[in-house]
């Protein structure tokens, strides 16, 4: 409840934001090695990101709103639990069903970065949890920018199983920060977890709930594409994999960037604002890059400098956007978080399948910006409405 004097310090939900998206991809450089030891297609071990990514967007529909009616702290400490125990199954698996089954369900850690923030809104206005999601929100870029390099150096020193190993020590260290520094703050629990599923359809016909949604997936969704479409639009200048990898990280040191400063901007600027001055900076940025490809600018730079935009621009925009969306309805702030991070999961996972079936060789650069653009204007547009809706003042436009 709002003003509760029990909370968390901020440096508690830090750690446990980072934990929940670290392992996404510690273990990516492992990937070869770990589909010869299974002796299993490549393909087929590459199941641990994507399926990884649906379980983790289907679970965020259950703990959040579990979270509303059984509190944020039983949540988060179970799912840690689950994760510990998932880990070291991943590291002990025989046979690659054993390890993919084992890494469905270490999925259960994602969905604790939504949780998290819900904390945060249990005892702040929602102005000063902006600030605090950006904060949040820079562990949440540096654990995806540093876990390939620590665990391919891991792999390299133990072994690609001493990754899961590594996960497992670290969710004890969380849990035992949790259990020490986490106190309830949901003092306004639902009665059953009906009523918090009673709460999906009153979200989804809320034109500023799905506003906000809408910018942060389509935000998300550049991003996703960027990912997707760059190894190949960058093939034209024949890079090495740690350049390549090097260069690819500029985008998250943006969203660090945006993050900080969307953490400086929170109270001070009406979020509305700060929403259409990011989504400004990303299509700005991409039409700038295009113009560049236009004019004949043949350099690695006129492809990832436009990029560092989106990543400024990201950063500036989820910290507000997540603040928003989660306050819409009063009493379902788990719920809410649960939501919105389904369906920006969903939708930016939708972009980076577009990103990679409409781009070739002889169209990757042009055609990755073009993309990330028109995923940009669409998350613009979505700020424009959302500040009409905020202007409007109605509760349940």
């Known amino acids: 409840m709002l003003g509760s ?3 968390p310090r901020l ?6 934001s980072a934990l929940a998206i670290l392992p996404i991809n510690l273990f990516l450089p492992s990937l070869p090695r770990m589909a010869a030891e299974f002796g299993a297609d490549y393909g087929l071990i590459g199941l641990s990101l994507a399926g990884y990514a649906i379980i983790s967007a289907c679970l965020q529909l259950i703990l959040g709103p579990m979270s509303d009616r059984f509190g944020r702290r039983p949540v988060i400490l179970g799912a840690l639990v689950i994760f510990i125990a998932a880990s070291i199954a991943c590291a002990l698996a025989q046979d690659v069903w054993t390890f993919l089954a084992c890494r ?4 259960v850690i994602a969905p604790t970065y939504g949780v998290s923030l819900a904390a945060v809104r249990d005892t702040t206005s929602r102005e000063h949890a902006a600030r605090k999601f950006g904060y949040i929100a820079m ?3 540096i654990a995806p920018m ?3 390099t620590a665990g ?3 792999d390299q020193l133990f072994g690609w199983r001493a990754n899961f190993y590594v996960l497992a020590l670290l969710g004890a260290a969380v849990f035992i920060l949790c259990w020490i520094d986490l106190p309830e703050t949901n003092n306004a629990r639902s009665k059953t977890m009906l009523e918090q599923y009673r709460a999906y359809p009153e979200l989804l016909r809320s034109k500023r709930f799905l506003a906000y949604c809408l910018c942060m997936a389509f935000s998300v969704g550049a991003f996703y594409a960027f990912l997707a479409g760059t190894p190949l639009a960058a093939s034209a200048f024949d890079l090495s994999p740690a350049v390549l990898g090097l260069c690819m990280g500029s985008i998250t040191g943006g969203f660090m960037l945006g993050s900080f400063l969307a953490g400086r901007l929170a109270g001070n600027i009406p979020t509305a604002t ?3 001055a990011g989504r400004g900076v990303a299509c700005a940025g991409l039409v700038f890059g295009i113009a560049l490809h236009l004019a004949g600018v043949d350099h690695v730079a006129a492809l990832f400098g436009p990029c560092l935009f989106v990543g400024l621009s990201n950063g500036l925009t989820q910290p507000s956007a997540n603040a928003a969306a989660i306050s819409i309805r009063p009493g379902h702030t788990g719920t809410a978080a649960g ?3 389904a369906i920006t999961v969903g939708i930016a996972s939708i972009m980076a399948a577009i990103a990679g079936a409409v781009l070739m060789e002889e169209n990757g650069r042009p055609g990755l910006l073009m993309v990330m653009l028109a995923s940009a204007i669409i998350a613009l547009g979505a700020a424009f409405v959302a500040r009409h809706l905020e202007r409007k003042a109605l509760p349940w436009a």
């Open 146 to 148: 540093l876990g390939p």
């Open 104 to 107: 469905m369900v270490q999925a």
């Open 139 to 141: 562990a949440w870029a």
């Open 274 to 276: 700060i929403l259409i």
């Open 5 to 7: 004097s029990a909370s």
């Open 152 to 154: 391919g150096l891991i």
């Open 339 to 341: 939501l919105a991070g």
């Open 11 to 16: 440096s508690t939900l830090v750690v446990l």
